[in-house]
C-alpha cells in the first residue's frame, strides 16, 4: 500500500498526492460493492486487473484522440492521472437493453437498442446517483452546455471505439459508465475522460455463448468474478503475470 498522503478514498480506488503538481496516483483496491454499497466483499486481485483493463483501454483511447487523465501505470496496482475537477455526473451508454433500463421502461434484457442511448446520473451516494436530465445538469449547473455537449460526444466515440475493440475478441459491449474532469489548458477549460474504464463499470458478454464477464457476476452471484475479469484481461492480451498476490513487477509494460 502507498504511504502517500490520501486525497481520496473512494469504494473500489483511493486517489493519493502524485509526484508533481497536477498529478494523482490512482490505486485499485480489491473492493467490490453493488447496490449501493448494500453488497460489499474483498476480492483477490480484482484490483491489479482494473488497473491494466483501464490502462490498455485508457491507451487505446488516447490513441485515438480521445484525451484521457491518465499518463502511465506505475506498479500492478497504481497509475499516474492527472488532477482533474470530477464533474459530479456519471454517463452511461446503453447498446443492449440490461440492468435498470430493462426495470424503468419494461424492456427484455438482451433487447437491442434502436441506437446508442446516453443517460446521466447524478453523483451522490446517499441519493442513490438519481438519473437526470440536461435540464437539471444546466439548471444546478453541475456542467454547462458545451461540458454536455463535449461528454455526449465523447462517449459516443469511446461506445464506437470500444464496441469494435470488443467486438474484435468475442465480446459484447451492453452498456458501460464513465466519468470526466475538468482541467484549465491556458485559459480553457477542457474535458477529460476520468476514472476508469472496466468490467467493474460496463456490461460485456460473451457473443457466443453469452456468459457474463463484468460486474454482473459478483451482483448476481453468478460465480468466480476474478476468472471472469481475468479472461478479459486474457482477451485483450494484457494479463498480469501474478493477478491474486498483486505484486509489483518493475514498471510499465504495455502489452497488445
Ligand atoms: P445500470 O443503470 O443498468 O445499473 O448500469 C448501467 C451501466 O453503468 C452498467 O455497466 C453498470 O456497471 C454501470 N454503472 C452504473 N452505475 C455505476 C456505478 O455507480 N459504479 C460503477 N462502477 N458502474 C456503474
Known sequence: MSRRRLV?????????????????VQYFKDDATAFNKQKHAIIDGKGVL???ISE??????????????????????????????????????????????????????????PRPIVEFYYKDDKLGDPMVSEEHIAAFNWADQQDMDDMI???LRVNDF????????????????????HIWDGDNQVVLLADEISPDSMRLWDVKTGRKLDKDVFRENLGDLVEAYAEVARRLGVM????????DEGGPKLVH
Open 162 to 181: 470500444l464496441s469494435g475493440l470488443f467486438m474484435g475478441v468475442g465480446l459484447k459491449l451492453v452498456d458501460f459508465k464513465i466519468e470526466f474532469g
Open 8 to 24: 481520496y478514498e473512494g469504494k473500489a480506488k483511493n486517489l493519493y498526492e502524485g509526484p508533481e503538481p497536477g498529478t494523482l
Open 56 to 113: 490498455f483501454l485508457m491507451t487505446q483511447l488516447n490513441a485515438i484522440g480521445i484525451r484521457t487523465h491518465f499518463i502511465r501505470r506505475i506498479n500492478m496496482r497504481e497509475q499516474l492521472i492527472r488532477a482533474v475537477e470530477i464533474i459530479p455526473l456519471e454517463v452511461v451508454v446503453r447498446n443492449v437493453a440490461a440492468g435498470s433500463l430493462v426495470k424503468k421502461l419494461g424492456l427484455t434484457q438482451g433487447e437491442a437498442l
Open 153 to 155: 460526444s465523447m462517449a
Open 240 to 247: 498480469p503475470e501474478n493477478v491474486a498476490a498483486g505484486e
Open 50 to 52: 482494473n488497473n491494466r
